[in-house]
């Protein structure tokens, strides 16, 4: 079960389906994300075709990732976040430039 974001734009997206704060041509993409992540317990839960791999280090914004996971979106796009026992925290929205 998703309990916690960092993007806020992700979570309006989640709690509305609002898609001010997200690139509207990832909604359908990120809408089958979220649901899968909302019932995921672990990372087996997630397609392979997501390319799910795990962050070290830094983030550019200075937070640490490491040990969380990252799962592709589009392009340059990642969703990233942690499991925290069977719950998904920290789920962020990220451009890797």
């Not at 974001?5 to 898609?19: M, P, Q, T, V």
């Not at 909604?27 to 649901?35: D, E, G, P, S, W």
């Not at 550019?60 to 979106?73: F, R």
Request: net charge neutral; proline share 3%.
């Amino acid at each position: 079960m998703i309990k916690s974001f960092r993007h806020k734009g992700l979570a309006r997206f989640y709690a509305s389906g609002s898609k001010a704060g997200i690139r509207p041509d990832h909604a359908a993409r990120l809408q089958r994300q979220l649901a899968v992540l909302d019932n995921a317990v672990s990372v087996d839960d997630i397609p392979r075709s997501w390319r799910p791999h795990v962050l070290h280090g830094e983030s550019e914004s200075g937070h640490d990732v490491h040990g969380h996971l990252a799962i592709w979106v589009s392009g340059n796009w990642r969703l990233t976040f942690l499991f925290e026992g069977a719950d998904v925290v920290l789920l962020d929205y990220v451009d890797y430039h």
